[in-house]
């Protein structure tokens, strides 16, 4: 089947790390740019941070900016993204999905069922 | 940074009827727009892509238009599988921002 599977969302609190992992399988993960994005409850989707297939460029939304970092193992067909210095207002379901592009954000056509951080003393 | 912005935030809409939903970009980003449909509890599907390309398996109903700073995407009758929360997102830089959504719910 090709999907996406993200793992490694938990309550933590605020200053911790996290790192989410994502699978890849079913299709040639190294053909495709990847994201993150992020839905806080109730709330609407937030790109969170992209990366290109071979890892040569990555983009950052401004609030991630020096405290995430996001990472790929082509060899493991998976993504990863590791969350340092969090605060509340990273609590969300954090989604994985795949670009229909190799080297720049474009549409993305696939899509995990996420994993949820949160942020909490 | 580019900053999209959708109407309406609630559409109420009879099934069999048409839908049409707006996205706005504050700046020119040619046709880079895609459209996505999330159902409660559920992960985010894209619809379209290149402001009027439907992606693979998307219902012909389903189709969008629309260049540099002004959108559509129209439903053109409402199945009861489209209720739903539809968002726009630019793609013409390395911000891929998503606008806030339109929600389309039942009359």
């Known amino acids: 089947d090709v999907q996406l599977v993200e793992s490694g969302g938990d309550l933590v609190q605020p200053g911790r790390s996290l790192r989410l992992s994502c699978a890849a399988s079913g299709f040639s993960f190294d053909d495709h740019a990847m994201h993150w994005v992020r839905q806080a409850p109730g709330k609407g989707l937030e790109w969170v941070a992209t990366i290109s297939w071979n890892s040569g460029n990555k983009g950052y939304v401004d609030s991630v900016k020096g405290r995430f970092t996001i990472s790929r193992d082509n060899a493991k067909n998976t993504l990863y993204l590791q969350m340092n210095t969090l605060r509340a207002e990273d609590t969300a379901l954090y989604h994985c999905?795949?670009?229909?592009?190799?080297?720049?954000?474009?549409?993305?056509?696939?899509w995990g069922q996420g994993t949820m951080v949160t942020v909490s003393s | 940074e580019i900053v999209m912005t959708q109407s309406p935030a609630t559409l109420s809409v009879s099934p069999g009827e048409r839908a049409t939903l707006s996205c706005r970009a504050s700046?020119?980003?040619?046709?880079?727009l895609a459209w996505y449909q999330q159902k409660p509890g559920q992960a985010p599907r894209l619809l379209i892509y290149?402001?009027?390309t439907r992606a693979t398996g998307i219902p012909a109903r389903f189709s969008g238009s629309g260049s540099g700073t002004e959108f559509t995407l129209t439903i053109s009758s409402l199945q009861s599988e489209d209720f739903a929360v539809y968002y726009c997102q630019q793609y013409n830089n390395w911000l891929p921002l998503f606008g806030p959504g339109t929600k389309v719910d039942v009359k």
């Open positions: 700046q020119s980003i040619s046709i880079n």
């Open positions: 290149g402001a009027s």
């Open positions: 999905a795949r670009d229909i592009n190799g080297a720049k954000p474009w549409a993305f056509d696939l």
